[in-house]
């Protein structure tokens, strides 16, 4: 059975930082990638990585605040969240791809993505 957990949300100051996991099983994933929505928008990517972690991309909004990598031996991957803002406030989630595409690339786009966590929310106060 496939799953993919989250876990390390919760509420922060502007400022903070914060260290999201999201656990996988079941199959091998070789693409991975955090998305965030926000209460009445639309999802959007935050971050991705390739199974050898050679490759990652950011969305510009966040690059250089987070930074993503994966233990391919636990079959975690992780998103380290560091000066955080209000507008960082967003249930977070995970996805997992077993394409081989993702072996050395990392995959921005959510469509390249068949496996979805639940979600973790991590909100950040003023």
């Known amino acids: 059975q496939v799953q993919l957990v989250e876990s390390g949300g919760g509420l922060v100051q502007a400022g903070g930082s914060l260290r999201l996991s999201c656990a996988a099983s079941?199959?091998?994933?070789?693409?991975m990638g955090w998305f965030r929505q926000a209460p009445g928008k639309e999802r959007e990517f935050v971050a991705a990585?390739?199974?050898?972690?050679?490759?990652?991309s950011y969305a510009a909004s966040h690059s250089g605040r987070f930074t993503i990598s994966r233990d391919n031996a636990k079959s975690t991957m992780y998103l380290q969240m560091s000066k955080l803002k209000p507008e960082d406030t967003a249930e977070y989630y995970c996805?997992?791809?077993?394409?081989?595409?993702?072996?050395?690339?990392?995959?921005?786009?959510?469509?390249?993505?068949?496996?979805w966590g639940q979600g973790t929310q991590v909100t950040v106060s003023s």
């Open positions: 079941g199959r091998t994933f070789y693409a």
């Open positions: 990585i390739s199974w050898t972690g050679s490759s990652t």
């Open positions: 996805a997992a791809s077993p394409s081989r595409s993702g072996y050395h690339t990392a995959l921005s786009s959510a469509g390249q993505y068949e496996y």
